[in-house]
T-cell receptor
Framework: SQTIHQWPATLVQPVGSPLSLECTVEGTSNPNLYWYRQAAGRGLQLLFYSIGIDQISSEVPQNLSASRPQDRQFILSSKKLLLSDSGFYLC?????????????????FGQGTRLTVV | AQTVTQSQPEMSVQEAETVTLSCTYDTSESDYYLFWYKQPPSRQMILVIR??????QNATENRFSVNFQKAAKSFSLKISDSQLGDAAMYFC????????????FGTGTLLAVQP
């Protein structure tokens, strides 16, 4: 069965420090991968999505970047964190529908990372 | 642009009663899918129900059902026989088929269940 791992679960980082959040998926190949951010009491904002290795689309211009060095690995990074980067970050995956014609699944989410920038 | 709107920031329901959460969406695509996700205090995202736009029949999953009004671009969630465990944040989401592959969420509705 497919599983998604996201770490760390919680992180406290000083302003100006770098960030690296990692997400890996097991049990599937060529998934679509997503990074979302959820500010306190707010909805989910799509940050990045990827349909394949080194294929990243950015939704919101900001202090963050994403990379997909391997098929099932999605990394969210920042060179210098800002206070406004605080929030709850969620990684998600779903089957690439182009590979499974006529079939669809929902997105599956990781456990999330609570990032506090101090 | 693909947008999802939830106009009810908070809702409350008595245990065993029925509640309806509203959602409207906007898309120019003919191929799309709609979802309701539940986020309990643990913050784990849990799929509640999904609807394929090409299907006219409303989706149902046990106590959860939707009212899908395609022409009005409305997708409401009805929870029957509400239970204390239903208390959570509920998000409406849409996925537009095709190469873009973006899953877009609404701002959420916080549901409280009163005993």
């Amino acid at each position: 069965s497919q599983t998604i791992h996201q770490w760390p679960a919680t992180l406290v980082q000083p302003v100006g420090s770098p960030l690296s959040l990692e997400c890996t998926v097991e049990g599937t190949s060529n998934p679509n991968l997503y990074w979302y951010r959820q500010a306190a009491g707010r909805g989910l904002q799509l940050l990045f999505y990827s349909i394949g290795i080194d294929q990243i689309s950015s939704e919101v211009p900001q202090n963050l970047s994403a990379s997909r060095p391997q098929d099932r690995q999605f990394i969210l990074s920042s060179k210098k964190l800002l206070l406004s980067d605080s929030g709850f970050y969620l990684c998600a995956w779903r089957i690439n529908r182009d590979r499974v014609w006529g079939r669809f699944t929902e997105a599956f989410f990781g456990q999330g990372t609570r990032l506090t920038v101090v | 642009a693909q947008t999802v709107t939830q106009s009810q920031p908070e809702m409350s329901v008595q245990e065993a009663e029925t509640v309806t959460l509203s959602c409207t969406y906007d898309t120019s695509e003919s191929d799309y899918y709609l979802f309701w996700y539940k986020q309990p205090p643990s913050r784990q995202m849990i799929l509640v129900i999904r609807q394929e736009a090409y299907k006219q029949q409303n989706a149902t999953e046990n106590r959860f059902s939707v009212n899908f009004q395609k022409a009005a671009k409305s997708f409401s969630l009805k929870i029957s026989d509400s239970q204390l465990g239903d208390a959570a944040m509920y998000f409406c989401a849409s996925w537009r088929g095709g190469a873009t592959n973006k899953l877009i969420f609404g701002t959420g509705t916080l549901l409280a269940v009163q005993p």
